[in-house]
Structures are given as C-alpha cells and as structure tokens.
C-alpha cells in the first residue's frame, strides 16, 4: 500500500518535535507544534534560545509565539496541547525549569507553572514532572543550563516525580526517587551510583504512569526497570528490569517495551563484587567478552515484551519474527490494536524505516525509508555543551558518541498519531534539513 506523505515544515530553519509519546496536532488538526532552530550539528548550549510556536501545516508555515532555552534534541521541549488553543512548553522560570503556557488565538504566552511538564492529562489540567537537570548530569535526555539541586544525593528522598494542578500552579511530590528505588528492592542497587527517572507515560484512562527507573551498574552499563504508580501516588510497582527501552501503554493493563527482561547476565550484573575497586577495570573487558561469546543466545536476546501491569510479573515476548530490532511505537488513540514504529538507521543504507504494525493480525506494513545523511557533530563547543555532565558517566561512553546523539543530526523519526488516529506526523533529516513530515492513513 502506498501511502501519502506530506511536508509539514520547510527551511531554511529546521523544525521538530520531538519524541514519540505525544499527540503533536491540536483537536482539530490544522496545527501541529514545534520548536524552530538555525543549527542541529551539535547538542544544545546552556541558555540557547529556540522558536516555540506551531505550524500551518497545510501551509508549511511556522508561527513562532515565544522562546525556550529548555530543549533537548531527541524529546523536543515536550510540548504538548492542552486544548485545541492552548498548549505548554518546558522553560527556565527563573532559577528552575518549569514550562509556559500559550494561546494560539491571542498569539502570545498566558501564564506559567513552576514545575516542569513531560506529560499531561487529556483534561489538559495535571501536568507530571521530573528533574531535568539530574537528567542532563547523569546522561540522560535533560537541560542544559541549570545545577541539579540534589546533586549530592544517589538516591533523593525529595526529588522525583512532580504532579502539578496547572490552573492553580500547585505541584506535589508524587513519588520520590527513594520510594522508587526501594520498591523491589532486590532488582534495584545502592552501590553509590545516582538514581533517575524518565520518560513518564500516562496510561489511556489516565490513571497510572508508566516511567523508567535508572542507573548505572559497576561494569558501565545501565540498569533499567520498568515502573508504574496512580496518578495520586498509590501501587508503586516494578513490572520489569534488565536492558529496557521504548515502549507504550497496549491498553490499561499492559505495556510494551523493547528489550531484554532478568535474564541470567542482568542477575550476574548486580553481583557486589562487581563494585569492588580491584574488579571494576576489568569489566569493560568481561562485558565485551561476553557479548561476544553470548551474542546469539536467546537468553539474552532482545524482544518486544508485553508486560502486565501487576504485582505478579508477567512478561511474554511477541512478534519475535516480525518486530527484529528496537523502535520508537505509539499505539493508534482510537484503535490500540495499531501502533506506527520506526526503526533505527540500517547499516548497509543509513536509512530508518516508518511502519505500522497490527497486534491482531501480528503484521507489519512498511510505509518508507528515510535517510538519515553523513554530517559530523561540530565538537569546537563540546566544552560548553557537555558542561555540567557528570565526569563518571562520561568515563564509559564516548564523547563523540554523546555528542552525537544528544545533538540533531541524530534525528530518530519519532512518529506520532492526531487524535483520531488519521494521521502520523514525525520528524526526518533526508531532504537536508531537519522538517515535520505527515502520513496521511
């Protein structure tokens, strides 16, 4: 089947929205945001301004209503509707990130909260927060710019998940990075190194939040688990960890995520003597040795997993034949038994490939590639914009490597669906320019 796909946005400037979680289009689907910028070919500077606004898309036309500094290229500024003439964007209020909110029909920012918003009601009156300046420290998909306030802290007992009420600007503690970390306690660790949290996802009643609990283990690598809690707080539970990435809610009671679940090598990762000094320069070795010798084992191959939100754990592998490597999938709003993917550049063409994939018939229908391009990352700032990240998670990744993918050029399709399921919008590199592109069902 052919599908039709149209430009959103054009250049010179670049334009993008961000990651693969959020319905991009206001209700009646005329505008889409996005965030405008000059240049891609490095990560974002400490108080580097970007376009904030909407397009036209039938038009290809940017309207630009504010500015941001809290951006980061793979999540955008996590802007999203929260009616069909309003939305809210992450920003620095003051010494703290928070977000601003818009109204696209005075054109102009109404109001701002004081905490920040990764995902927010359908209601459009909660918005669910994290630290994004732990983020940025500990590697992960943050701001630069500001100190983390619990930067002394492995596991804070005061930071973590914030819920704020947006019409009265009142924000609670939801759960703390403490609470989370002792919840399962055995597949979680105090070995020293710093506990975060990211990529909230509320579920399709709203009722609970799915995120992801991290940190990094003795040999380098990072532990992850799959976490889920009522939008007030209650049933904190751990559904799964080892090797987890992307992943969506497949309905109320189940999500579906890309990776490899407690397998024998995540047990034998978390072993203390792995945390003794005299072992750990030897871990890079090991690790390597044993991908190597383990590297086709279905023991520890990785998988789409379907994971029942419960206190039992339940993870069963699907579409082992069909779904062959990691994504970013967002389930149809209207029907959840559609989800649009994408996959990562292939070797031999540097392309991703845009699909969709039906859970009831376990089938997937290709919709096109799209080339990702060749250009380096600009290191002359990489002074300035690596700047604030913590010298121990820089010690196990490289810095062009970081750089890279914190950076543009790295532009994953990301896709996501309108609200009625008519409509797939994601950002692609392979005309020259970073642009919004739409895929019209």
């Given at each position: 089947?052919?599908?039709?796909?149209?430009?959103?946005?054009?250049?010179?400037?670049?334009?993008?929205?961000?990651?693969?979680?959020?319905?991009?289009?206001?209700?009646?689907?005329?505008?889409?945001?996005?965030v405008?910028?000059?240049?891609?070919?490095?990560?974002?500077?400490?108080?580097?301004?970007?376009?904030?606004?909407?397009?036209?898309?039938?038009?290809?036309?940017?309207?630009?209503?504010?500015?941001t500094?809290?951006?980061?290229?793979?999540?955008?500024?996590?802007?999203?509707?929260?009616?069909?003439?309003?939305?809210?964007?992450?920003?620095?209020?003051g010494?703290?990130?928070?977000?601003?909110?818009?109204?696209?029909?005075?054109?102009?920012?109404?109001?701002?909260?004081d905490?920040?918003?990764?995902?927010?009601?359908?209601d459009?009156?909660?918005?669910?927060?994290?630290?994004?300046?732990?983020?940025?420290?500990?590697?992960?998909?943050?701001?630069?710019?500001?100190?983390?306030?619990?930067?002394?802290?492995?596991?804070?007992?005061?930071?973590?998940?914030?819920?704020?009420?947006?019409?009265?600007?009142?924000?609670?503690?939801?759960?703390?990075?403490?609470?989370?970390?002792?919840?399962?306690?055995?597949?979680?660790?105090?070995?020293?190194?710093?506990?975060?949290?990211?990529?909230l996802?509320l579920s399709?009643?709203?009722?609970?939040?799915?995120?992801?609990?991290?940190?990094?283990?003795?040999?380098?690598?990072?532990?992850?688990?799959?976490?889920?809690?009522?939008?007030?707080?209650?049933?904190?539970?751990?559904?799964?960890?080892?090797?987890?990435?992307?992943?969506?809610?497949?309905?109320?009671?189940?999500?579906?995520?890309?990776?490899?679940?407690?397998?024998?090598?995540?047990?034998?990762?978390?072993?203390?003597?792995?945390?003794?000094?005299?072992?750990?320069?030897?871990?890079?070795?090991?690790?390597?040795?044993?991908?190597?010798?383990?590297?086709?084992?279905?023991?520890?191959?990785?998988?789409?997993?379907?994971?029942?939100?419960t206190?039992?754990?339940?993870?069963?592998?699907?579409?082992?034949?069909?779904?062959?490597?990691?994504?970013?999938?967002?389930?149809?709003?209207?029907?959840?038994?559609i989800?649009?993917?994408?996959?990562?550049?292939?070797?031999?063409?540097?392309?991703?490939?845009?699909?969709?994939?039906?859970?009831?018939?376990?089938?997937?229908?290709?919709?096109g590639?799209?080339?990702?391009?060749?250009?380096?990352?600009?290191?002359?700032?990489?002074?300035?914009?690596?700047?604030?990240?913590?010298?121990?998670?820089?010690?196990?990744?490289?810095?062009?490597?970081?750089?890279?993918?914190?950076?543009?050029?790295?532009?994953?399709?990301?896709?996501?669906?309108?609200?009625?399921?008519?409509?797939?919008?994601?950002?692609?590199?392979?005309?020259?320019?970073?642009?919004?592109?739409?895929?019209?069902?």
């Amino acid at each position: 089947m052919k599908y039709e796909i149209i430009k959103a946005t054009s250049g010179p400037k670049h334009h993008l929205f961000g990651f693969h979680d959020i319905v991009a289009f206001n209700k009646s689907g005329d505008k889409i945001l996005s965030v405008e910028t000059d240049v891609i070919n490095r990560p974002p500077l400490a108080n580097e301004e970007f376009g904030v606004g909407y397009a036209l898309w039938e038009e290809q036309r940017f309207i630009e209503l504010g500015k941001t500094v809290a951006l980061n290229y793979p999540q955008g500024a996590r802007q999203q509707w929260l009616s069909d003439t309003e939305f809210i964007v992450n920003n620095r209020i003051g010494n703290h990130w928070g977000a601003d909110i818009y109204d696209v029909t005075v054109g102009k920012k109404i109001g701002s909260i004081d905490n920040t918003a990764h995902c927010v009601t359908k209601d459009g009156k909660w918005a669910y927060g994290i630290n994004y300046a732990r983020l940025f420290r500990l590697g992960g998909y943050g701001y630069n710019g500001l100190p983390d306030k619990f930067i002394s802290e492995a596991i804070p007992l005061k930071d973590g998940i914030y819920k704020t009420e947006i019409a009265t600007n009142h924000s609670d503690l939801l759960v703390s990075i403490g609470d989370v970390a002792q919840c399962d306690a055995e597949t979680s660790a105090n070995n020293g190194s710093h506990h975060y949290v990211t990529h909230l996802l509320l579920s399709p009643n709203n009722k609970r939040i799915a995120f992801l609990h991290r940190f990094f283990l003795a040999d380098g690598g990072i532990r992850t688990r799959l976490m889920t809690v009522g939008t007030d707080g209650s049933d904190l539970r751990c559904l799964a960890y080892g090797f987890l990435s992307h992943y969506d809610w497949r309905d109320e009671n189940n999500i579906f995520i890309w990776g490899r679940a407690g397998s024998s090598i995540d047990v034998m990762r978390t072993n203390p003597l792995f945390s003794n000094p005299l072992v750990r320069p030897l871990l890079r070795g090991v690790k390597s040795l044993v991908r190597i010798v383990l590297g086709h084992s279905k023991s520890i191959s990785k998988h789409f997993l379907m994971v029942g939100d419960t206190d039992d754990k339940s993870i069963i592998p699907f579409a082992e034949d069909i779904l062959l490597e990691d994504g970013h999938p967002m389930c149809c709003p209207t029907n959840r038994n559609i989800m649009i993917c994408d996959t990562y550049p292939h070797k031999e063409t540097n392309t991703r490939t845009l699909f969709f994939y039906d859970f009831t018939k376990n089938a997937k229908n290709e919709i096109g590639e799209y080339y990702m391009g060749k250009e380096q990352v600009d290191m002359t700032l990489a002074e300035q914009f690596l700047a604030g990240i913590d010298e121990s998670v820089l010690s196990f990744v490289s810095i062009e490597q970081m750089s890279f993918t914190r950076s543009g050029l790295h532009c994953d399709l990301h896709p996501r669906w309108d609200a009625y399921g008519k409509m797939v919008a994601f950002d692609s590199i392979h005309e020259g320019t970073r642009q919004i592109y739409i895929v019209k069902r």
